[in-house]
């Protein structure tokens, strides 16, 4: 049977297509490996590599990807709207077809163990991969981002899982581990206002806000912040800016779309973006998505109604607004039509 499994690596460059380039040949000369996409964003100077292969390709192709990353980027140069800890920021491995969690843990973990030996930079696991609980979710390895990693690297806490607790300043850390299919998911806000992003943000993620008094001051006991939970689980969201475009969007990470599928994510900004007064203006995926996810978006928008593949793909993405920005092309953006 063939086996695939997914890497969604996230580096911290958006703007330089002379690295997109090196970045691509980096993973097509891998044997094993198969390049699905490369999503560069100006706004947030970051760019999402999709690729997939066996145990071996999937290894290779993102040692090689790194290596690539290493040489082009330098976080003493780099800014961007979004959170970053380092020059290769995240690379998680997820199980596809015919490979499983463990696997991809250990692909993770053996993943680490070179990268920090060769690019001489810490190294953190996450979801899966970590064994301890206060390193699991990416928000909390990130807090601080690049330009506190040098003090953060100070404390027995976050001593790296690979590699010496040392700042390069060049790269900074990755963090890298094993999850389930994580779509990133961006809703567009009819205003310039983040204000409003961030409120419908904290209002949705599961992480919540922190609780205030009637004062307006936090919530502390026994100096630790009290949480309000926010409405929607598996639901991770932030405000950002998309000067671009003259809009914000609420920037969203499923990482669990069974748990809280897309449309249940759009319909549930919308709402909250009524409520503050102001209006959506479509969505975006950034990288690949299931098929099954927008098959479900679908069957909800049409009622019910038995529609074929082609149509219900349609109905979702005229629903969602998936080609606001740029267009949604089945072939790809869907993982499926793609292996």
């Not at 040949?25 to 947030?44: F, Q």
């Not at 890298?176 to 409003?196: E, H, P, Q, S």
């Not at 203006?281 to 529609?307: D, M, Q, T």
């Amino acid at each position: 049977m063939t086996k695939i499994i997914e890497c969604v690596p996230n580096f911290s460059e958006g703007k330089d297509p002379a690295v997109f380039k090196l970045m691509a040949e980096s993973v097509n000369k891998i044997k094993g490996a198969k390049l699905l996409g490369i999503e560069p964003d100006a706004d947030y100077n970051r760019v999402v590599v999709t690729f997939a292969g066996d145990e071996k390709g999937i290894l290779d192709g993102a040692v090689e990807l790194s290596k690539t990353a290493a040489s082009c980027i330098d976080m003493r140069e780099q800014k961007g709207e979004h959170p970053r800890i380092g020059a290769i920021d995240v690379v998680p491995f997820i199980p596809v077809k015919n490979s499983s969690m463990e696997e991809c843990i250990n692909i993770s973990k053996e993943y680490g163990r070179i990268v920090s030996r060769e690019l001489e930079t810490p190294v953190y696991l996450y979801e899966a991969s970590s064994e301890r609980d206060y390193r699991k979710n990416l928000s909390d390895i990130r807090k601080g981002e690049y330009e506190g990693l040098k003090e953060k690297l100070k404390d027995d806490k976050w001593l790296p899982d690979f590699g010496e607790p040392v700042f390069n300043e060049k790269l900074g850390a990755v963090v890298t581990g094993a999850r389930f299919f994580l779509i990133a998911y961006n809703v567009n806000l009819k205003t310039t206002d983040i204000r409003y992003a961030k409120e419908i943000a904290e209002t949705l993620r599961e992480s919540g806000r922190a609780k205030r008094d009637a004062s307006g001051n936090i919530i502390k006991i026994n100096g630790k912040t009290v949480k309000e939970p926010g409405r929607l689980k598996c639901f991770k969201g932030m405000g950002v800016n998309l000067p671009q475009y003259g809009i914000t969007q609420v920037s969203i990470n499923l990482i669990n779309y069974k748990v809280t599928p897309l449309h249940v994510a759009f319909e549930e900004v919308k709402k909250e973006a009524a409520r503050l007064g102001i209006e959506t203006c479509g969505s975006e995926i950034i990288g690949l998505s299931p098929l099954e996810a927008l098959l479900e978006a679908g069957r909800f928008y049409s009622g019910g109604k038995n529609y074929d593949e082609t149509s219900l793909i349609e109905i979702a993405k005229d629903n969602l607004g998936l080609s606001t920005l740029n267009p949604f092309i089945n072939k790809s953006k869907i993982i499926d039509y793609m292996i």
